[in-house]
């Protein structure tokens, strides 16, 4: 069975400072999705970033970006020039490949991080 | 374009009762899925719809069932509520059509409490 493990329950950073969050997960597919979603206080699950398993290059958005290492089954999330609108929950999260017209979402436990002013 | 929107965000049950938590999907997506994310955990996968049929489920008791409309929403229903069923309930819509770039948008949840 897929998992996903976020090690670090909670994180601080600096603002204007860069974080990393990590993650690794446990698959046997080849063909699969990583995703980074953050969970403000207002409960709405936001897209942080996202990586497809058949490309190499790391993604990037802005001031997010990722390191995946396929071999090792680590994904972590690099947040720089953090800001505090950046506080919140982060899930990474594993999507099952699309079969049969069907997949689902795997979570980690998440990390909450804080923003220090 | 509204979002994926869920009622309602807060609910109060009685263990024993029944509820009814409701989805409406992100302009453009026909496929729901439905997770319950306790309180400081990740969401867990309950099932998901598409085309009015239950196409997967994850680990959970025949208390938890759904329905799609053929306008694509969806409900939840849980049967004999119990303490433990308190939780976030997050609606997810995507569309198939987009194949392999498929991905979820959330709505902000429904928070059961079950007392």
């Known amino acids: 069975a897929q998992t996903v493990t976020q090690s670090q329950p909670e994180m601080s950073v600096q603002e204007a400072e860069t974080v990393t969050l990590s993650c690794t997960y446990d698959?046997?597919?080849?063909?699969?999705?990583l995703f980074w979603y953050k969970q403000p206080p207002s409960r709405q699950m936001i897209l942080v970033i996202r990586?497809?398993?058949?490309?190499?290059q790391n993604a990037t958005e802005n001031r997010f970006s990722v390191n995946f290492q396929k071999a090792a089954k680590s994904f972590s999330l690099k947040i720089s020039d953090s800001q505090l609108g950046d506080a919140a929950m982060y899930f990474c999260?594993?999507?099952?490949?699309?079969?049969?017209?069907?997949?689902?979402?795997?979570f980690g436990t998440g990390t909450r991080l804080k923003v220090l002013a | 374009d509204a979002g994926v929107t869920q009622s309602p965000t807060h609910l109060i049950k009685t263990r024993g009762q029944q509820v009814t938590l409701r989805c409406s999907p992100k302009?453009?997506?026909?496929?729901v899925s439905w997770y319950q994310q306790a309180l400081g955990q990740g969401p867990q996968f309950i099932f998901q719809?598409?085309?009015?049929?239950?196409?997967q489920r994850g680990n959970f008791p025949d208390r938890f069932s759904g329905h799609q409309f053929p306008n694509y929403s969806s409900e939840l229903n849980v049967n004999a509520l119990l303490l433990g069923d308190s939780a976030l309930y997050l609606c997810?819509?995507?569309?198939?059509?987009?194949?392999?770039?498929?991905?979820?948008?959330f709505g902000q949840g429904t928070r059961l409490t079950v007392v």
């Open positions: 997810a819509s995507s569309s198939p059509w987009t194949g392999r770039n498929t991905e979820a948008f």
């Open positions: 698959t046997s597919e080849s063909d699969y999705y």
């Open positions: 990586q497809e398993a058949y490309k190499q």
């Open positions: 999260a594993y999507r099952t490949p699309y079969t049969s017209g069907t997949y689902k979402y795997i």
């Open positions: 302009s453009g997506h026909d496929t």
């Open positions: 719809y598409y085309e009015e049929e239950e196409r």
